[in-house]
């Protein structure tokens, strides 16, 4: 019932405006359903955005937004596809790799834009808000790219605060990696029971990159293993609950 108390959609008017008056801050939980190997479920990350966003409100004020489930991606550089074991010349958005089962529902860059600009002007022109918390759970470079190049304008322009934070990234020694343990066992401590490890082989198989759409950190920032595998420190056959519950509060904190 806590949860309830925090986020809009339960919110009659004038708790909403009571909220406002008295704290003055509205989170703004945001990310694609993008996929996650087969283990995981679509929404890790706006899963991980919402999950945070109520949990700073409840510590530090404000209400919570209903989730957004939108974000966007772009075909990758060709040193990227060169780092995950594709081609040069291959045309891969985001996370969608050829062997996935199904697509992630990656909304066109402009049309995010537009989304969050509109969203933007909603909360500041209609509701009276100065301080937006956008939380994002999505690291694709452009996705992190409109958020801030919105946030630069609406700060200059419309003279509010818009301060974006990211629980993938915004905590000391994260990880710039996909659906690895890290993720693993954030989602594991909020939702177990969205998670089926059983869906990935058995060890000591190896977690190839293209097979599942698995990918650590030292390969996003171009050292790739020799056979385009995941590092043994980011198996997410290895995420425990217990873990799990330790990153989350690090991130919160």
């Not at 939702?191 to 977690?207: C, G, R, S």
Request: cysteine-free.
């Amino acid at each position: 019932m806590e949860d309830i108390k925090k986020q809009v959609q339960f919110l009659r008017p004038e708790q909403i405006i009571k909220e406002r008056e008295e704290n003055g801050i509205i989170y703004a939980p945001i990310g694609p359903l993008e996929w996650h190997g087969p283990h995981l479920p679509l929404g890790v990350d706006p899963l991980r955005a919402e999950y945070v966003a109520i949990e700073l409100a409840k510590r530090i004020g404000g209400i919570v937004l209903p989730t957004f489930y939108f974000g966007t991606e772009r075909e990758r550089s060709p040193q990227m596809l060169k780092n995950i074991g594709f081609k040069e010349d291959d045309y891969i958005i985001g996370m969608d790799f050829p062997e996935n089962s199904l697509k992630s529902l990656y909304f066109k860059e402009e049309v995010f834009a537009i989304f969050l600009r509109n969203l933007l002007e909603m909360l500041i022109e209609k509701w009276g808000y100065r301080f937006i918390i956008v939380v994002n759970g999505h690291g694709g470079e452009n996705h992190i790219t409109v958020i801030n190049r919105l946030k630069k304008e609406f700060e200059e322009e419309k003279k509010v605060k818009i301060l974006h934070i990211s629980p993938a990234l915004n905590f000391p020694n994260s990880k710039w990696s996909h659906a690895t343990k890290e993720e693993t066992e954030t989602i594991m401590s909020i939702y177990p029971e969205t998670i089926d490890l059983k869906k990935l082989p058995q060890k000591p198989e190896k977690l190839k990159n293209l097979k599942f759409a698995i990918v650590d950190d030292l390969t996003f920032r171009g050292t790739p293993t020799d056979d385009f595998t995941v590092r043994n420190e980011e198996d997410p056959r290895d995420a425990t609950f217990e873990s799990g519950k330790v990153v989350v509060n690090l991130i919160i904190e």
